[in-house]
Structures are given as C-alpha cells and as structure tokens.
C-alpha cells in the first residue's frame, strides 16, 4: 500500500472584522483633509454624524462605499491597512 503524504499548509487568515476594516478606513480617510472634505461632500454627512456613527452600519457603510467609488483611494486604504482591496470592498456587504 503506498504511503500517503500529507501537505501542510499555512492556516488562512481569519476574515477581518468588517466594522474594524470600516474604523480603520475611515481613520485612514480622515488622515488627509482633501479627501476628508470629499467624503463629507459626497456622503451627505458631517463631523458630528461621523462622530455619533462609529458603531452605525449605516455610516460606516457610506464610508466603505465612498472609497469604493474611486478605486485609487480604495486600493491606497487597502494597502495601509493590510487587506486586499476586495475584502475591504466586500466589508460594505457584511456590516
């Protein structure tokens, strides 16, 4: 009987946390104020809603649709927080 082989393989990353990748996004768009005003002009949104959003899907969801409507600042987000652009694309879906 031929001796089976077993493959060892690194464990896949846990899928991040949608409303972390959210919190750092927004973090991340903060950083800059061109891109924050942008954000503020688009979403409809302001300080103090952003303020009292940070645990509403809703808000955290406009954020993640904001990057998603311009890809370089998508992919930029992506890499500054160490995700692929998709999982942070597909946070939106899983707030």
Avoid at 43 to 70: C, I, K, N, Q
């Amino acid at each position: 009987m031929p001796e089976s082989l077993t493959i060892l393989r690194e464990p896949k990353s846990p899928a991040h946390d949608p409303k972390a990748l959210a919190l750092g996004a927004l973090g991340w768009v903060l950083s800059d104020s061109i891109r924050a005003e942008r954000l503020l002009a688009l979403t409809g949104l302001d300080a103090d809603m952003l303020r009292a959003g940070l645990d509403d899907p809703a808000v955290l969801g406009a954020v993640l649709e904001f990057l998603g409507s311009y890809e370089p600042d998508l992919v930029a987000a992506a890499q500054h927080l160490g995700v692929d652009p998709a999982e942070l694309a597909a946070a939106r879906e899983n707030l």
